[in-house]
């Protein structure tokens, strides 16, 4: 068959990819806008001075009240870990957890893919699934918000006058509208109950946790907002603090605005905001407090993280903290490459914003007696193109590529001597030495050595260059802005020309944008037409038979597609459904090129303007997808019989018994015919294959599940239930490699023929795979089981638990579960790793198009199950 796999996207999903990207260059450019606007008659020299000028007392607060936000922070974790797993995760790592996670997402901006990153590697080490860690996430954000709310609302009761959003309401009303605010708060709380309840609007389910939580969690979420308010409130002039109202409603608006704007850190928006918010427009001293602000809460906080990841990798801290510290300071330890990314695009920044704005007086006369103008001129000039090359270098850090990392490492020294050359700017060497320490630390985690074009990086990160870039012309020209510009400055080589120098930086770093871009669009590689091969490529079968995960097998179906390594000894299998391309499962075959694939997959969705979607992943790789900041899913459980374990002896294994013996005593034979053997019965099985779907109302499935194919078939051994030598039952034998694991795909059954059929074939299947010195027997999986119905859970996982319950008559999950339990196997989560957000019901609306042929069919089958049901429940 000749499906397609990957097709050409259209124009409209073309601009779809480029509306995020663009989007949060037009936010930013009309902050900076109205940042300009709001700064005109401010110089930098201004600001310097305002900075010097402000009192020590004040940092010494602002710095205090950094740690008492940060630990309310580290509380949420801790609240957080007693309620979702009591008595599993140490204080510590909780504490930890907490402050490192908000450390990096505040600083970086994206909040869920490094906060929710810490969190997973260090939970998931005390035991945490996916679901329990989400939870976790969820309390942590939810008393953010009951305490913004509350905020609002008593700031209207007692200063309803400081608010000059409602200036044009009378204060009495304003009143009114913060108590109907404190009043739904309170109503919340009676809603609430001792046990928690749940919200339902237009099939929305909100949870609400129990009255003491709720309560908890108000007050922590406050004394956080008081406190993360305090570091900027003290260090703003006594004359611009205003009223407790005005001040903490713009606070939070800004913040809120900020982290929407998708912009990292929200720099520039925040601002912004707050500048319109209060009417403090062409202060310098007010511009200072902001960047001391940035400084003492984002950067000082992400630096203190960062060097304790950098001692973490050079083993100094080894045998400092204690065992339970150490342990969540190791599941950190894979946060490497995209903090290694933020440190590499801050240095890239700081020498943009450092040929931006003037150097020291006293250092460039120091310079004038020891090195010629032009040595001076020059290394100003490739400090700013090394910057730009850095904000484009970090990608692969990201990435994890090894050549990103030995290009970056050169640079930075390189950039750290040009820095000292154009300017005796020792700060800025110290921080590039220090990111290039921090790399050369943390080699090991840079071990991908694939070939990377310029013509991959993502839209997104081509976004933040482009920020970048626009802020650095914006303030270069706000630190000149005194100087008449004319043709002829252009060409000043003077020891005093820093205008000049800028202009010139400017020029180059516009030029190498350009030239950059164009080569981007050029060598940007095209959505390939893929289409799927009328046979399974050859070597696809040699590297499934020795994949220890028998589910490798699916790749032998015949209705997939194929991305191979470089190597040639790895695959993904995947197929396009919708806007989604689907990966069934992991990468299959050499575990040192699978990240690799996972990455080259998503580029590739990327260029086709679809969405990458992983399908029943194990635990093990969740870490992989957390990293390319993907939503997980659970989707049930994998049933797995330990056969080392396994008997029939034992009264708890008294039904398996009865069920052999009944089939013996019935006549019920059961065989193994090798795959040489099968065509010459497949008439046989073809029967039995019709007959059975015929009883259950379906059609044949695809994708996860095999179906009725001779050339699928007779790549396997077939087990077989014969009655007086006609079969009445088969199922076809998945093996793994090295002996690990054994299972079944189709297994199908004449009905009628006796009650214990499908446990007597279980049961032969099982003992015949002990026989043959497998280690495990996998049952397959149960779909929805093992989903939380904690009140705080997921939607999904409550929604998905609810069909679990109730929609047995019409899918047997229930059924299913209780079916394999029966075998006392070991169960273990499978997830779906997508994109998050509003794309997460698309995307399993794809993937019931894929696996079961869409809404219409699922739908139809459903109904004809449920039919045959009733009549068999009138029957008895």
Known sequence: MQNEAVSEPSIAQRLKAYIQPAAAVVVTVGALWMFHRM???????????????????????????????????????????????????????????????????????????????????????????????????????????????????LALVFDPAGVPVFQAIHPATERVLGAAVVAALVALFVFAGNDGREIRFFGWYLPVPPRKLLLFQLIIGIADLAASAAVLYVLLPADAQGGMALFLIVYMVAVILGAASHVPGGVGVFEATLIAGLGLEGRADILAALLAYRIIYYVVPFLIASVFLLFIEAGVLRNVLTRRVIGSAKAVKTLVPPVAAAMVFISGIVLLFSGATPGIPARLELLEEWLPLSFVESSHFLGSLIGLALLIIAYGLQRRLFSAWAISVVLLLLAAVLSLAKGLDWEEASILAASALFLIVSRHAFYRRAPQSLGRISLSWLSLVALALIATIWLGFFSYSNVGYSNELFWEFEWSGEAPRFLRAMLGLVAAAIVLGIYILVHRPPARMKRIPDKVPEGIEAIVAQSPDSQSNLALIGDKAFLWSENRKAFLMYRRTGNSLVSMGDPVGDESGAADLVWQFRDMADRAAARAVFYAVPPESLPLYLDMGYALLKLGEVARVDLHAFTLEGAKNQEHRYADRRAAKEGLVFEVIPRADVPGIMSELREVSDIWLKEKGGKEKSFSLGNFDPDYMAFFDCAVMRLEGRIVAFANIWRSGEHNEISIDLMRYRGGVSKVLMDALFVKLILYGKEQGFRWFNLGAAPLSGLSDHALASRWNRMARLVFRHGDDFYHFEGLRAFKQKFSPVWTPQYLACPGGLGIPQVLLDLNTLISGGIGQLLGTATRRAGLVRVKKEKL
């Open 39 to 153: 700064t005109l008659g401010v110089s930098l020299t201004d600001i310097e001075a305002a900075m010097e000028m402000m009192p020590w007392s004040a940092v010494a607060l602002a710095f205090a009240a950094t740690l008492a936000s940060y630990v309310f922070l580290a509380t949420y974790d801790i609240m957080a870990c007693r309620i979702v797993a009591k008595g599993r995760v140490p204080w510590p790592n909780a504490a930890f957890s907490g402050m490192a996670g908000y450390a990096f997402s505040n600083f970086l901006g994206f909040h869920l893919f490094t906060g929710g990153a810490v969190r997973f590697r260090t939970y998931a080490r005390s035991g945490l699934d996916a679901g329990e860690i989400g939870q976790i996430i969820l309390i942590t954000w939810m008393g953010l918000w009951l305490a913004f709310t509350a905020l609002v609302g």
